[in-house]
């Protein structure tokens, strides 16, 4: 068990301290605590179990999401707009590139090179991205500075010095235009599209069937995510023993795919008999034969040949 609690300050909703009015039962007063006691920090770091999936999370994504602003700014178009309008007034003109796509995906990337070169014992600033980056090279420097940053980072969530800067230039959402980007920042305002499914089974926490899979993807663990506002419980398929994976497990479907290649054809459920076709689909047609979506399992074909040889003697 740790002793330690999220510094970043978490707490429990509905608990309190001992010192607190609430604190007990058939509280009566009018004291207006949400919850006051502290949430203890994930083992070994120093932030709570919520904190370090959400700031892992985002790292994960930073450069899909870079790769994202990248590819929605079109840096190709904004140099056509810049030609198109010294050439001719008359000419369809593309939408300006926002500003805000160039400055979010440069800050992320200024950002996470900084914490790459801390994490290689370089305190310097990170660089940033090249104006015009594509979306692919961009998608390239950001996941070689979040790989350096990944593998580190029960390292940094435990160095008191280093978590809270950490978190807030990653995972802190700003109300209003920031004035420096955050991975969340883009993530709430530009989402990826990860094409989620609902999960078959109840939040672990809040109990509701609120939970969404997200497939991983980049040699990345599946993700589960509960969507109920308050609950924000949410897990990969490696967390605790990889107990997720299995509670979340897409429910596999009871029929048997046709492709399944253990299965044949009737044709060749046939050829493997030495019969006609229309011998083996009397055999379908008279219930010696269980068919599974139009096709036949070796051992059955094998069984019903032998003994209608044997009927046959
Ligand atoms: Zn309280
Ligand atoms: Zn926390
Ligand atoms: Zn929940």
Known sequence: MSDRYCIRGCLRRGEHFATCDRHGENYKGDNPCAGCAQVD???????????????????????????????????????????????????????????????????????????ANHVAGEDRPGAGLPAGAMADAAHAVVQLAVDVILDE???????????????????????????????????????????????????PVCDLMAVRVQPGRNGRPSRYRCTTSDCEWEANSNDDGGLWASVFAEPTPPEIRPHDPSLLTLVDAARLVHREPGTVRGWVKAGDLEPHLGRYREADVLAVAARKRGEAA
């Open 41 to 115: 920090a994930r083992d070994g770091v120093l932030i709570c179990e919520r904190c370090y999936r959400r700031l892992r999370r985002h790292l994960e994504d930073a450069a899909d999401i870079v790769g994202h602003l990248r590819s929605i700014a079109d840096p190709t178009k904004a140099a056509a707009f810049d030609r198109i309008r010294v050439q001719s007034s008359s000419i369809e003109i593309p939408a300006p590139v926002a500003a805000d796509l160039i400055d979010a995906s440069n800050d992320i990337t200024t950002t996470l090179n900084m914490w």
């Open 153 to 203: 980072l029960d390292v940094l969530a435990n160095d008191s010095h280093q978590v809270d800067a950490l978190c807030d230039g990653v995972m802190v959402v700003h109300r209003d235009a920031p004035d420096v980007w955050t991975v969340a920042d883009a993530a709430v305002r530009w989402p990826l599209d990860d094409a989620p499914r609902w999960a078959q089974a109840a939040c």
